[in-house]
């Protein structure tokens, strides 16, 4: 059964909307499944281990949780992107990224490279087009291998 949703129409009627109609692929509401989600999250907290170690970012305590540089409501395109991402503990996460925002920044501008940070600006102002979770998950597989190897060359 196709997902139908409610629009408004500029002359301010309510008009059903079939998703299917425009080309998009809707499951469950989303444009991927659980099992995408879980796949592309696992690969991402893989990655950032590896890139990163395994630790908060700012504390270097062993339990961290993935922060958003560019927050991924308002920047959802970015949400599985790598490098828009930190290791931080609960406690910078929260305490620190989000109730600090200017400290966070300016902490932010040394702890990670410049590049990376002009990049990220870069792709938050530029039209990604649509989102395949399946393009990205193999993205992120052929990315965890790259990074697989350097670690090994370099122990």
Not at 74 to 101: A, D, V
Not at 135 to 141: D, G, S
Request: glycine share 6%; with cysteine; net charge positive.
């Amino acid at each position: 059964m196709m997902e139908t949703r409610l629009g408004v129409c500029p002359s301010l009627r309510l008009v059903s909307v079939n998703p299917s109609s425009f080309g998009w692929v809707v499951r469950n509401g989303k444009n991927m499944t659980t099992t995408e989600k879980k796949k592309l999250y696992g690969l991402l907290k893989e990655i950032l281990a590896l890139k990163y170690g395994d630790k908060c970012l700012r504390c270097k305590k062993p339990e961290w949780q993935m922060s958003h540089i560019y927050p991924r409501g308002r920047y959802k395109r970015m949400e599985h992107e790598p490098e828009n991402i930190l290791p931080l503990c609960s406690g910078c996460h929260i305490f620190f990224w989000h109730k600090n925002p200017i400290e966070a920044h300016e902490w932010l501008k040394l702890a990670i490279p410049k590049e990376q940070l002009q990049r990220l600006k870069l792709m938050a102002n530029t039209y990604m087009g649509k989102f395949d979770p399946k393009f990205q998950i193999l993205f992120l597989e052929k990315m965890l291998t790259q990074l697989q190897k350097k670690y090994v060359r370099n122990n």
